[in-house]
């Protein structure tokens, strides 16, 4: 039983870690300073506010909900980074982690300029925790710039934690996207990368636009291709799919899904052979046990299966999928 209990923990911990080691790049809105995370099942608030070292009483108002709000599988939240979670100096106690956090530079900035924009850090300090010899960047090098501060008790994400803040930094960076992105807002955005494919922080109503959603096929077809060019192994396999509700993909394009036997995080391209409708989705992790997912292949969120063109009130629907084998 002792082990059992252990192996359901260790894979909670993997998919935590897959989901959101992808979403420690800063982020700003209104000149307030935020990570990106994705709701994985069984999360809520509390759960959330534990992996991010922050009161749910802070994280509830910073997205427009309530301490009673439930959370949906695939929702976006963003999490605040205040005194309590986000440092620059210091050791940690006995009990604590520093998990670096990252800036993606963009064209034309120098360490000085990023430096004022977080806090005032200085230039000495970007140069040591990154390892510079010298203060030439280039655009869209991942830079850390401060510390998600955690309690190892509490948050997956402490496996990649520091002791002392002012060494080099060890952990490894974002992978980044290149490839342009664009949005049909008036006001300039601030690009940013949400590792490892590259995102525009817009106001909460505008629509993100990006090569992969003008087709439809979704947010994740960039790092579709990324996961393929870097795997030797590919496989394509065809089953039932079914349908989970969630916020996320209505603006974004952002789709998710649910899947046996394939590492979290891992990009699938779904296509429902009735029309040739494709998509591309992220992993969140596996089906739950019960007898509604027997015989599935896979879950999509239902953002995904209206570009699919399958009708949410199918209980089933045939789907093929494909996908890089790490």
Known sequence: MKKLLFTIFSFVIAVTLAAQSSDLVIQSEAGKLYLNHTVTAKENLYSVGRLYNISPKEIAPFNGLTLTSGLELG????????????AQQGTASADEAFVPLYHIVEEKEGLFRIGQNFNKVSVNDLKKWNSLSGEGLEKGQPLVVGFLKVKKSQSALAVNGLKKIGDAVKATPPVV???????????????????????????????????????????????????????????????????????????????????????????VRVTN????????AKVLGELPPGKENEGLLIRISNAGAAELKVNEKESKFSAEVSYAKS
Do not use: H
């Not at 929702?75 to 986000?86: G, R, T, Y």
């Open 75 to 86: 929702q976006p939240l963003k999490i605040p980074l205040s005194a309590s979670n986000f």
């Open 177 to 267: 996207n290149t490839t342009p992105v664009t949005s049909n807002s008036t006001t300039a955005p601030t690009t940013v990368v949400s590792a490892p494919v590259q995102t525009t922080v817009t106001p909460q109503n505008t629509v993100i636009t990006t090569s992969a959603q003008t087709d439809g096929s979704g947010f994740f077809k960039e790092l579709y291709r990324q996961q393929s060019s870097i795997n030797d192994g590919f496989r394509s396999t065809t089953g039932s799919g079914a349908i989970f509700k969630s916020t996320s993909g209505w603006q974004d394009a952002k789709y998710y899904a649910l899947m046996n036997n394939i590492t979290p995080g891992t990009i």
């Open 273 to 280: 052979p009735l029309n040739s409708r494709t998509i591309f």
